[in-house]
């Protein structure tokens, strides 16, 4: 069991000053930080058992192969599904979702077949169906948001979900609004439509327990790096039957069973979709950030992460002019605000020069900050060793700011 | 407030961000020409009446930062009235300033644009406004983004 108690210890990097003062880092929706268990597991994996996996038969390929096939356990575990094979190791959460649109998409989807989003998807949920629909002349539809609360509108789910509904693919957690949709009830609902579904965790694998099977979903899709792992490692869940039947997405070594000049078979899943040298190191360094998350308690890092939210929320309101967006209610470990009379990118140099590290912009959701009527806001994430401190060090910092503008 | 901020954000900067000059459309515009930064979501559109060479009218309107806004409507008091080729020699002398520091000899709007180059993130947004000028002058009906202009 990680300890709560001495947890800034664990990472290394929260440990120094930004332009002279104490960093506060509230940029972790974008990437969290690393302990260090994940860094030595990563170092430890290339000082000692790096080699190719899969291929070679001398002893470190071997133990760099068990190195990789046991963080695949390890993440299915993580998200607790049915076995390791349902766990396809990508680059990320966009490289998932893109796997599955090109993959699942380009085999099922044909003229005339909806498939379904909800409008407060990241550009990496929405793109890859973009591209997948002009190439099949299958066509977009979306569930509403309802204004700044940033509730996905449910009733319309009924009337939306018609037969040519082929796919349902909607984010868990939105990294604008902080809604927590409601995954497994969606899922339902899809399911009874005979309907697949897709769920972007990317923004809630890190922050509470994900479990495939209780949520019933076909694909989930996520990063290592927003969970305490590395960059350039994420995974795809597929429910074992639906990427059997999938036809491979990308061709090269690894993933073959058979080569002839003209034609060759493939390997069953997931080796079919990992063609080439897989990222193996950072998977064995996501096998220790399951690890580290686990040990703190995935239930005990939801309650940190949402008082810290809803903590945040109330705090920010108290800000003369504030707009803040998402649910009143329940949120994520995030909040989102604007100001009429200050751009958020001058909030983030503001806030910047006093050692806190924010996010502003359209946070990669564009069609979302258009019909909010906004060109972008202001984002503070939190992680498991972001403080109440902070938020008041952030409250304080923003009042400056706003102060400041306003002569 | 660090001395580096206030730099960025001196007097002329929030001035200009507060009460924008030559905002809007004007109607007698012959040339039209947009900019945006995608990486940030700013934008800028600048709408100019040009008279042989030379710039009769100007206007500008978009949403940004204030050293966006504030960049795009001095570049507006600056160029109205001159040619086209002093227009781009004033967008010469701006890039020097956002990008080396180096504040200009001759008493100067412009010269609160020097803290801009200690913030390196924030040269895009000062120029903005300027590459859609320079769009606008050229016709080329293209818009200008920040993503495959030098700064
Ligand atoms: C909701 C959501 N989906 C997808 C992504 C994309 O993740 P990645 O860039 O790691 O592929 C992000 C990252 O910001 C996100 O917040």
Redesign the interface.
């Known amino acids: 069991m990680n300890s709560w108690k001495n947890i800034r210890d664990d990472f290394p990097i929260l440990n120094q000053e930004a332009?002279?003062h104490p960093l506060v880092y509230l940029d972790n929706a974008a990437t969290t930080q690393k302990p260090r268990a994940v860094i030595d597991a990563l170092s430890r994996f290339y000082e000692r058992d790096n080699a190719n996996v899969h291929r070679g038969l001398h002893t470190l390929s071997m133990r760099a192969t068990a190195g990789y096939e046991g963080a695949r356990a390890r993440v299915a575990a993580f998200v607790n599904a049915a076995a390791p094979e349902e766990i396809v190791f990508t680059r990320g959460t966009t490289e998932s979702i893109n796997l599955v649109a090109a993959s699942w998409g380009g085999a099922n989807l044909k003229p005339g077949d909806v498939i379904l989003l909800t409008e407060m998807e990241h550009h990496s949920n929405l793109v890859p169906w973009q591209l997948v629909a002009k190439r099949t002349g299958a066509t977009l539809r979306f569930v509403p948001v309802n204004g700044d609360e940033g509730l996905l509108d449910l009733p319309s789910l009924d009337r939306l979900l018609t037969p040519e509904v082929k796919v349902f693919a909607f984010t868990h957690v939105s990294n604008t609004l902080g809604t927590i949709n409601p995954a497994a009830a969606l899922c339902a609902r899809a399911r009874n439509a005979g309907v697949v579904t897709v769920v972007d965790a990317a923004q809630s694998i890190g922050h509470m327990p994900v479990d495939v099977r209780a949520m019933d979903c076909d694909f989930l899709a996520f990063s290592g790096h927003k969970m305490a792992g590395v960059t350039g490692i994420g995974a795809l869940y597929g429910r074992r039957a639906l990427l059997d039947a999938m036809p491979p997405w990308q061709g090269g070594g690894g993933m073959i069973a058979h080569v002839d000049f003209l034609e060759s078979r493939w390997k069953p899943a997931p080796e079919r979709f990992e063609a080439g040298t897989p990222n193996f190191g950072d998977a064995v360094a996501l096998g220790a950030a399951c690890d580290y998350l686990d040990g703190l308690g995935r239930a005990e890092i939801q309650r940190h992460g949402a008082a810290l939210g809803r903590r945040a929320y109330e705090v920010l309101s108290g800000i003369p002019g504030i707009r803040l967006l998402g649910p009143r209610g329940e949120r994520a470990a995030l909040v989102s605000f604007s100001f009429a009379d200050?751009?958020?990118?001058?909030v983030v140099?503001?806030a910047d020069?006093d050692g806190i590290a924010l996010r502003?912009?359209?946070h990669c959701n564009?069609p979302l900050?258009k019909k909010l009527g906004l060109?972008?806001t202001t984002r503070a994430s939190f992680f498991v060793y972001n403080t109440e401190k902070e938020i008041e060090v952030l409250a304080a910092s923003l009042r400056?700011t706003v102060k400041?503008?306003r002569? | 407030?660090?001395s580096?901020?206030t730099d960025?954000?001196q007097h002329v900067i929030?001035d200009h961000?507060?009460r924008p000059r030559n905002r809007g459309r004007i109607p007698t515009a012959n040339r039209v020409a947009h900019g945006d930064n995608p990486?940030?979501?700013?934008?800028c559109s600048v709408f100019l009446r040009l008279e042989g060479d030379r710039i009769a009218d100007i206007s500008f309107d978009g949403?940004?930062?204030?050293?966006s806004?504030a960049s795009a409507s001095l570049m507006t008091t600056q160029v109205k009235g001159k040619t086209a080729a002093e227009a781009r020699a004033l967008y010469d002398h701006f890039h020097d300033i956002v990008t080396t520091g180096r504040e200009p000899e001759e008493i100067s709007d412009v010269a609160a644009f020097a803290g801009v180059h200690a913030?390196p993130a924030?040269i895009k947004?000062a120029t903005l406004g300027w590459h859609a000028f320079l769009n606008a002058l050229k016709d080329d009906p293209a818009p200008a983004t920040t993503e495959n202009t030098p700064d």
């Open positions: 332009n002279g200050v751009h958020a990118h001058d140099t503001f020069q502003g912009g359209h564009q900050m060109t972008g400056r400041f503008f002569g | 407030m660090s580096d901020l960025l954000y929030l961000n507060r990486t940030c979501g700013d934008q949403s940004g930062c204030a050293i806004q913030f924030r947004c």
